[in-house]
């Protein structure tokens, strides 16, 4: 058994300095310490999908990151440690624990993934070893992890058991509660634009020095096919991550940047708004363009018609959100976002529908995220 600081300290003297994550019991000592830690930062996500998108991002921004989630969360991380982190190569430092270990008794819901965590990691690519429960031990795990992700620019976990570390307690500043949000309705009840064309606008105001992340689908295929430019970050997988991975570069950059979500893929992680709202990273703006179905799947409908993105914003946290209709509300929105504290959130319904004819990103994951990357580090 060592000291959560016998490892967060070693840590931190290879790089790694933001941590991420959802708690479990069996990490309660390394959480505790990485919050106490003033050195460090430390972002509690809402799933554990969420915490690794959120690395992710921040991993851009030119950080070493660690994610840290019970073993039962591996399920919700699948998603974006295969179909982010691999396609982009994005490395982290991934921290699980053994909930339901064999042979030893714990709670029957821990049972099947406690039998299969290992293999898991072992399907998903990610090597990974015993977490360090000696000091002795400590910086030559470090020195392997690190070894293999420069290696591979992929993912390396430790597991983590009952026991290996032992707790010092907690000393916690609670985030700033916020005023209320300000709501701005510029809805025209016009006929609805494309995509295609507000994006086009889009396009024509954003600021040259934005970072611009688009979710998966058409979204980020119309954007590459109407203009390829180094700030704009494509996601291929991962649906749903697009704000968190946004939350992640916006926490760690003075530039502005926009997320650009879809209403399929909001819904799926809506936990990331009330991450975003406590977080409150200033120069964030979250546009949803919302067509009300699944586009690139045949058109089947979202939910999106009985709810309302910019009132979910404002109850979470954010500074101001806007719903618009028409491509003049939307510049006068986009207009007002870039000029304005944030997180903003535009919430921007359009006709259904994609570009004809309609491209795919030519240019590799692996570049995309590696130009994304030099393009945040510019002055």
Same mark, same amino acid.
């Given at each position: 058994?060592?000291?959560?600081?016998?490892?967060?300290?070693?840590?931190?003297?290879?790089?790694?300095?933001?941590?991420?994550?959802?708690?479990?019991?069996?990490?309660?000592?390394?959480?505790?310490?990485?919050?106490?830690?003033?050195?460090?930062?430390?972002?509690?996500?809402?799933?554990?999908?969420?915490?690794?998108?959120?690395?992710?991002?921040?991993?851009?921004?030119?950080?070493?990151?660690?994610?840290?989630?019970?073993?039962?969360?591996?399920?919700?991380?699948?998603?974006?440690?295969?179909?982010?982190?691999?396609?982009?190569?994005?490395?982290?430092?991934?921290?699980?624990?053994?909930?339901?270990?064999?042979?030893?008794?714990?709670?029957?819901?821990?049972?099947?993934?406690?039998?299969?965590?290992?293999?898991?990691?072992?399907?998903?690519?990610?090597?990974?070893?015993?977490?360090?429960?000696?000091?002795?031990?400590?910086?030559?795990?470090?020195? *392997?992890?690190?070894?293999?992700?420069?290696?591979?620019?992929?993912?390396?976990?430790?597991?983590? *058991? *009952?026991?290996?570390?032992?707790?010092?307690?907690?000393?916690?500043?609670?985030?700033?509660?916020?005023?209320?949000?300000?709501?701005?309705?510029?809805?025209?009840?016009?006929?609805?634009?494309?995509?295609?064309?507000?994006?086009?606008?889009?396009?024509?105001?954003?600021?040259?020095?934005?970072?611009?992340?688009?979710?998966?689908? *058409?979204?980020?295929?119309?954007?590459?096919?109407?203009?390829?430019?180094?700030?704009?970050?494509?996601?291929?997988?991962?649906?749903?991550?697009?704000?968190?991975?946004?939350?992640?570069?916006?926490?760690?950059?003075?530039?502005?940047?926009?997320?650009?979500?879809?209403?399929?893929?909001?819904?799926?992680?809506?936990?990331?708004?009330?991450?975003?709202?406590?977080?409150?990273?200033?120069?964030?703006?979250?546009?949803?363009?919302?067509?009300?179905?699944?586009?690139?799947?045949?058109?089947?409908?979202?939910?999106?018609?009985?709810?309302?993105?910019?009132?979910?914003?404002?109850?979470?946290?954010?500074?101001?959100?806007?719903?618009?209709?028409?491509?003049?509300?939307?510049?006068?929105?986009?207009?007002?976002?870039?000029?304005?504290?944030?997180?903003?959130?535009?919430?921007?319904?359009?006709?259904?529908?994609?570009?004809?004819?309609?491209?795919?990103?030519?240019?590799?994951?692996?570049?995309?995220?590696?130009?994304?990357?030099?393009?945040?580090?510019?002055?």
């Amino acid at each position: 058994m060592i000291s959560a600081s016998e490892f967060i300290n070693p840590a931190r003297d290879a790089g790694y300095d933001f941590y991420t994550g959802v708690p479990c019991s069996f990490l309660t000592p390394i959480i505790n310490g990485v919050i106490s830690d003033q050195r460090l930062d430390y972002v509690g996500a809402a799933s554990e999908g969420e915490a690794v998108a959120i690395a992710a991002g921040t991993w851009l921004t030119g950080r070493k990151t660690v994610v840290m989630c019970q073993n039962s969360g591996l399920g919700n991380a699948v998603n974006p440690l295969t179909s982010l982190n691999h396609p982009f190569r994005i490395p982290t430092l991934f921290i699980t624990t053994w909930r339901g270990q064999p042979g030893l008794g714990d709670e029957p819901q821990h049972q099947v993934m406690g039998d299969i965590t290992e293999r898991l990691l072992e399907t998903m690519a990610i090597p990974y070893d015993p977490f360090p429960y000696d000091s002795s031990l400590v910086v030559p795990a470090l020195e *392997k992890a690190e070894a293999a992700m420069t290696e591979t620019s992929l993912p390396f976990a430790f597991i983590i *058991k *009952k026991g290996d570390v032992r707790n010092n307690g907690l000393t916690q500043t609670p985030l700033p509660l916020k005023p209320p949000g300000k709501y701005t309705d510029l809805r025209d009840k016009v006929e609805r634009p494309s995509r295609q064309q507000v994006l086009e606008r889009f396009l024509a105001l954003v600021p040259e020095k934005a970072g611009i992340i688009t979710t998966t689908g *058409k979204c980020t295929r119309e954007l590459f096919t109407l203009d390829d430019r180094e700030q704009h970050f494509y996601q291929v997988g991962s649906m749903g991550c697009a704000a968190s991975m946004g939350l992640g570069v916006a926490l760690h950059t003075e530039r502005p940047v926009a997320v650009l979500d879809g209403d399929g893929a909001a819904l799926m992680q809506m936990g990331t708004f009330a991450t975003i709202g406590a977080y409150a990273p200033p120069g964030l703006v979250h546009v949803i363009l919302d067509n009300g179905v699944h586009d690139s799947t045949g058109g089947q409908a979202t939910v999106s018609a009985h709810m309302d993105f910019a009132q979910v914003a404002l109850a979470c946290g954010y500074a101001a959100a806007v719903s618009c209709d028409s491509l003049e509300g939307f510049e006068r929105a986009l207009k007002s976002a870039f000029h304005g504290g944030g997180p903003r959130l535009i919430h921007m319904r359009i006709a259904p529908g994609s570009m004809k004819p309609l491209g795919r990103p030519t240019v590799t994951p692996y570049d995309v995220a590696r130009r994304f990357r030099d393009f945040l580090s510019e002055d």
